[in-house]
T-cell receptor, first 115, second 111 residues
């Protein structure tokens, strides 16, 4: 199973709403990632979890709050977002080893629209 | 600051043509270069190139890493309409998990 799943596929939320994006993988990967991708732009890294601990936070605003409840799950909690946060949010996972590069497997993404 | 530059930004070809996509990078401590194909949604992994694996081939796709020139090319021969996608190049440094992506090349293959 080389699949990363994400739910929901699409999400429309108002600026005062609270919502969560979910990501799951069952490949035994211990590194999980959140990316944000705007139209016609490459993915931008937001957060990296390694062995369920947050290892990279790319100065993401606090209205985005990641959570890694266990080695298979990654959540992104959203609160008080702005219209400019509308984007495709991609989750990825990989094996974790600081000495070796492993390819990242991406989920299909959640298309988020903030109104 | 790490930088990955891809060219061309977009390319339109006819089925059967051969294309070459370019990726150049400036990173402090290079470890590996990865190529991804992105159609509607998720990027899908194509190749990873490192110092110990500078050439990869899979079917009609092949890629070469030139560590002297700090660049890589992705070749696609006998293109098909299903090759139409954005091709992303990403570079990883020796420390950390971060991938630095280029802007991508939008390839359109017309029948």
């Amino acid at each position: 199973d080389t699949e990363v799943t994400q739910t929901p596929k699409h999400l429309v939320m108002g600026m005062t709403n609270k919502k969560s994006l979910k990501c799951e993988q069952h490949m035994g990967h211990r590194a999980m990632y959140w990316y944000k991708q705007k139209a016609k732009k490459p993915p931008e890294l937001m957060f990296v979890y390694s062995y369920e601990k947050l290892s990279i936070n790319e100065s993401v605003p606090s209205r985005f709050s990641p959570e890694c409840p266990n080695s298979s799950l990654l959540n992104l909690h959203l609160h008080a977002l702005q219209p400019e946060d509308s984007a495709l949010y991609l989750c990825a996972s990989s094996q974790a080893d600081i000495m070796i590069t492993y390819e990242q497997y991406f989920g299909p993404g959640t298309r988020l629209t903030v109104t | 600051e790490d930088k990955v530059v891809q060219s061309p930004l977009s390319l339109v070809v006819h089925e059967g043509d051969t294309v070459t996509l370019n990726c150049s990078y400036e990173v402090t401590n290079f470890r590996s270069l990865l190529w991804y194909k992105q159609e509607k949604k998720a990027p899908t992994f194509l190749f990873m190139l490192t110092s110990s694996g500078i050439e990869k081939k899979s079917g009609r796709l092949s890629s070469i890493l030139d560590k002297k020139e700090l660049s890589s090319i992705l070749n696609i021969t006998a293109t098909q309409t299903g090759d139409s996608a954005i091709y992303l190049c990403a570079v990883k440094e020796t420390s950390g998990s971060r991938l630095t992506f280029g802007e991508g090349t939008q390839l359109t293959v017309n029948p």
